[in-house]
């Protein structure tokens, strides 16, 4: 018979710990990063600064079309027959045509949609992987470029605020502010500022859909690993 305070139940003690640790480092990220993959496709479209048309390529419950219309929540883009509108869509032309997008439905209205039938979105770009780039958000992107204007509405869930790390400065452009500099000129500093600031820092946690797959994996290994050292060994 083996006493409580035994080696052999230390040692079971100890590998259940590692084994559980090993777990929550595995799947919290995933956890975090669902918002991010609540849908995502192909940009197939640009209409203007913040509006554009996604080919679906994973939908959730609010998607309902395979082509979808997209309007950016919070930001707000010149009009296209204005002097900076073709300006804006060029831009968000350049940057997403073509390209897999990251989706944040809004879920403050039962649809997800204003009242045009527009999907309002939180949009993140894709990683080198594939994966959902946490920040920045290409919202925020835009805004920080010279090419839109911060304007939170309160009918949806999101808050531009938390679009920033706290690191960053709290620049918050007004509503039909005109940048003081030419956007071109502005565009590579931010770029590499919001590269450095915050795309390095986060890419360890944006992992997508090979994360989900290796937590499952590792999920079922521990379950296993788990299940041997408490079975009895038979005498």
Do not use: H
């Not at 679906?56 to 395979?66: G, I, Q």
């Not at 897999?100 to 039962?110: K, N, P």
């Not at 290409?138 to 309160?154: M, Q």
Request: net charge negative; charged share 25%.
């Amino acid at each position: 018979m083996i006493s409580s305070n035994s080696p052999c139940d230390f040692g079971v003690a100890v590998k259940f710990a590692c084994l559980l640790l090993l777990c929550l480092l595995t799947i919290m990220p995933a956890i975090g990063l669902a918002s991010l993959d609540e849908a995502y496709g192909i940009v197939t479209n640009v209409v203007d600064g913040d509006t554009f048309d996604v080919t679906m390529e994973k939908a959730s419950e609010k998607v309902a079309y395979r082509v979808e219309r997209v309007r950016l929540a919070d930001v707000d883009s010149p009009e296209m027959d204005s002097e900076k509108g073709p300006d804006a869509r060029d831009f968000t032309y350049a940057v997403l045509m073509n390209k897999r997008v990251f989706l944040d439905i809004d879920d403050l209205s039962e649809t997800g949609r204003d009242s045009y039938g527009r999907l309002i979105c939180v949009a993140y770009l894709s990683g080198f992987y594939g994966q959902p780039i946490a920040a920045p958000n290409f919202n925020r992107l835009l805004v920080d470029s010279g090419f839109a204007s911060l304007d939170n509405f309160t009918n949806n869930e999101f808050d531009p605020r938390n679009w920033r790390s706290e690191s960053a400065p709290q620049i918050v452009p007004q509503i039909g502010a005109q940048p003081k500099s030419d956007p071109l000129q502005k565009l590579g500093s931010d770029l590499q500022k919001n590269f450095t600031d915050d795309l390095l820092p986060k890419l360890s946690q944006s992992a997508g859909r090979e994360l989900d797959r290796a937590a499952a994996e590792s999920w079922k290994w521990i379950k296993n690993q788990i299940n041997a050292s408490t079975t009895p060994t038979p005498v």
